[in-house]
């Protein structure tokens, strides 16, 4: 029986690497998904999210982090509580 320890806090480029990793061997976005599930567990990235990122990776997208985006901060006014 092989023992899987849990990773709890990885960063968020971190399973995109491993979707990388794992679709240049060609497994299918489900099975990705699957042994990202297992390592880990609850904070787990989605299925959508995986399958993005196997369609991507797939069409010869090289990084594996976000898109710039605008230079308008996200900030939550007192409006909006």
Not at 40 to 61: E, H, P, S
Request: negative net charge; charged residues 25%; glycine residues 8%.
């Amino acid at each position: 029986m092989v023992f899987i320890e849990i990773i709890e806090s990885p960063a968020q480029c971190e399973g995109r690497s491993v979707i990388r990793f794992l679709s240049a061997r060609n497994l299918s976005a489900a099975d990705i998904h699957g042994q990202i599930c297992e390592v880990y567990g609850a904070t787990a990235l989605r299925d959508g999210k995986v399958r993005k990122w196997v369609r991507d990776f797939q069409a010869d997208c090289e990084n594996g982090h976000d898109d710039s985006r605008s230079s308008r901060p996200s900030v939550i006014g007192l409006f909006w509580l």
